[in-house]
């Protein structure tokens, strides 16, 4: 690419592909200084208890053993915000897997044996791990995830609800879902002295060196945390997990590298998960199809360690025009590992409630699907009463409507059928809230006539490095081939963590602010000197306070044509088609790779991912890719991602919005509800399964 102008919104390919397809690209267990040993961590086989003996002698027999860590003899930690962090502290067991052991040896494999000669006694207690919409435990929190209002309530619901000419009241439920990006999680750690160095696989290298430097006890500047290339993460990367903290207890122990790979089958007890939802939607309206009222309930479920909240019932709070309102958060704890965020938390399980409820009630009002949403546009955000930045919903449906051949449809279900397949459609829609956060990053012109962008921001797999060079390049008139990018580190520019479908936005503001003063400084200097010539900028509280008057909220439709085999129930989705409004799309090709991601993570999420926590032993059943079963290129045909022009100024420099997580939201909603076209059957709990469509 020659041409600056094109920089900013041109399909260029990701700047690390090359490396990652030759496998030169080096993620955190491709890292093995000289010296370097290995850790095997064991996890807890009661649910609730105490440890009240370790027999490690047949463990530490072995030659190559070097070190087993228990509470016994493991480093002491100081108290960290995040209580699942206190590893090895303490003989309490809060939760079956909570690991309560580490073997370190000369090699993987004597490591791993000798974790399963370890011989633990533990006295059990009774254990709670069942959800029930009756829990004596069930409570209201305060706060819900991402800082929002466990409970919002406008006008009189109950009032409205009592007098509506069309009223729906149903349950949904979703159960526990798990993260399992490509890469598990690992971790590599090298102590210098009283300097630690962990490569990392995580989603924000400056919050995990924050959290070392407290558990250890060390200023920051004495912390490295490296994780220029990272294999996914969903959430379950975005704060500090087990593998940096033990990797760094039996580094200090061994005065050796330690790597440490967490166990696929393991993932599920300690890197978080989306909790389970049950969700009650009571959907008020007209015969017109109008809303009048609107509640939303949500029961979710936390840990004994910690408290997090599923923020199900937020999205309610934006969609749709009702004068009555009333979405609420309920919570039980319990001993079961600790919930935490999940590609696009709070928006994905509660829009597939509120996008079925729609569907619902349009079919109670003889509406078509589309033309109710389009009769409940809100002018305002419903919960705020403030204006939204920008807001395109409807033409996101006019658009994918027109796209994917809508009309004329049949609204009837068990129209369409070609053999013994039932085929039909279903259309939801799709938000998530602009995230923004502070971030730092400096842009140098190098003698050579290039330049690098340095920030500590982390790509796990979006296109990142990408995009901030395209930004970067668009600012200073230059081809983008010019540009380097440094990422990955936390010795450069400290920047926020890849989550909420906040990054770009995040990073990509102080880059163009950096870029920009650079350029100025440019042209004041005429030509760059032989040291080069830098710029540093920052965004800060007062920059995000400038747009808090806005709601700002990406939007977009999903569409999904589905096939039924009414003799196996056998559910196949034929064709996805999304149509997106969010801002200003800064590289296509990597956008358009995250959207189509979120889709198929959607088809997912509606047809076969299932997690079961065991009553009886308290841990998730499905822990591995062959029994927690996500899509594969032979469930996926025909997925298509496409977005609106959309300008809105009161966001970013950059006028972007994420993209990451808007996949996900409303496509198993538009999937089940193209199920019950097809069939008739509505479904209401997760996943579609056969024997879910055949009644069994």
């Known amino acids: 690419m020659t041409d600056p102008k094109a920089a900013l919104g041109a399909p260029l390919a990701r700047l690390e592909g090359r490396d990652k397809v030759t496998g030169r690209a080096r993620y955190a267990n491709d890292h093995t200084p000289p010296g370097s040993v290995f850790a095997w961590p064991v996890p807890a086989t009661v649910a609730r208890g105490e440890i009240t003996a370790i027999d490690d002698r047949q463990a530490l027999a072995h030659p190559a ?28 067991v809060a939760y079956r897997g909570q690991y309560v052991a580490l073997v370190v040896a000369e090699t993987l494999e004597a490591a791993r044996t000798a974790a399963a000669e ?60 798990h993260n399992h990006p490509m890469e598990p999680h690992a971790a590599t750690a090298v102590w210098d002295g009283d300097r630690l160095t962990v490569y990392d696989s995580c989603q924000g290298g400056n919050s995990v060196q924050q959290t070392l430097a407290t558990l250890f006890a060390l200023p920051h500047s004495q912390i490295l945390v490296i994780s220029e290339h990272v294999g996914g993460g969903f959430g379950s990367k975005g704060t500090a997990r087990p593998q940096a903290v033990l990797a ?37 309206a007209r015969s017109d199809g109008r809303l009048h009222g609107v509640a939303h309930e949500v029961l979710t479920r936390s840990s004994t360690l910690s408290e997090f909240v599923e923020q199900a019932a937020v999205p309610a709070r934006v969609m749709y025009a009702s004068p009555h309102s009333r979405t609420t958060h309920r919570v039980v704890r319990q001993d079961v590992p600790a919930p935490s965020w999940m590609r696009a938390p709070g928006e994905c399980p509660g829009m ?45 449906l006019r658009e994918g409507a027109r796209r994917f051949g809508w009309y004329p449809r049949d609204p009837e279900p068990r129209r369409r059928s070609r053999g013994r397949l039932l085929i039909g459609s279903g259309v939801a829609a799709s938000t998530y809230p602009v995230y923004v956060a502070p971030s730092s990053a400096e842009v140098r012109a190098e003698a050579d006539g290039s330049f690098t962008v340095l920030i500590n921001a982390t790509d796990i797999g979006t296109g990142a490095r990408t995009v901030l060079a395209q930004i970067a390049a668009h600012v200073l008139g230059v081809a983008t081939d010019r540009v380097g990018v440094e990422i990955g580190r936390s010795d450069l520019p400290p920047a926020s963590l890849a989550g909420g479908s906040s990054g770009t936005a995040s990073w990509g503001w102080p880059v163009h602010r950096a870029a920009t003063a650079l350029r100025e400084d440019l042209a004041r200097h005429g030509e760059v000197p032989a040291g080069g010539l830098a710029a540093r900028a920052a965004t800060g509280a007062e920059d995000l306070a400038a747009s808090r008057s806005f709601a700002r909220h990406a939007f977009g439709a999903q569409f999904a044509e589905v096939q039924v085999d009414m003799d196996t129930g056998e559910t196949r989705v034929r064709r996805l088609l999304g149509v997106f409004a969010a801002g200003r799309i800064l590289n296509p090709r990597t956008a358009r790779a995250q959207l189509l991601g979120g889709m198929i993570m959607g088809q997912s999420m509606a047809l076969s991912e299932h997690s079961t926590l065991d009553p009886e032993f308290g841990d998730h059943a499905e822990r591995d890719l062959a029994s927690y079963q996500v899509a594969v290129h032979a469930d996926v045909t025909d997925v298509q991602a496409y977005w609106i022009e959309e300008e809105d100024p009161h966001l970013n420099p950059m006028g972007s919005k994420g993209i990451g997580e808007l996949g996900i939201v409303g496509t198993a909603a538009a999937i089940t509800n193209a199920v019950h076209h097809a069939t008739g059957i509505r479904v209401r709990d997760l996943p579609a399964t056969p024997d879910v469509l055949l009644g069994r």
Do not use: W
């Not at 009756?134 to 919002?152: C, F, K, Q, T, V």
């Not at 109950?158 to 949904?172: G, W």
């Not at 409630?353 to 305002?380: F, K």
């Open 65 to 92: 053993v070097l070190a087993v860590l228990t509470h016994l003899n493991a480093p002491p930690l100081a108290e960290a915000e995040d209580p699942t962090l206190a590893l090895l502290q303490s003989p309490q």
């Open 248 to 284: 760094a207890m039996a580094a200090r122990t061994v005065r050796r590298p330690v790597k440490l790979a967490l166990p696929r089958a393991q993932l599920c007890a300690v890197v978080g998960h989306r909790a389970p939802t049950v969700q009650r939607v009571r959907l008020a």
């Open 352 to 396: 597939f409630a509120l996008e079925s409820a729609m569907d619902e009630l349009a079919q109670a009002c003889g509406l078509d699907p589309i033309e109710l949403r389009l009769r409940n546009e809100p002018e305002l955000e419903p919960d705020s009463g403030r204006p939204f930045s920008s807001r395109h919903l409807t033409d996101c």
């Open 118 to 177: 370890l011989r633990i006694s533990y006295r059990s207690e009774r254990h709670d791990v069942v959800l029930t919409d009756d829990h004596p435990g069930i409570y209201a929190p305060e706060l819900a995830n991402a800082g929002y209002p466990a409970d919002r309530e406008r006008g009189d619901f109950d009032t409205a609800f009592e007098s509506a000419e069309v009223r729906t009241d149903a349950v949904y439920r979703i159960g526990p879902l």
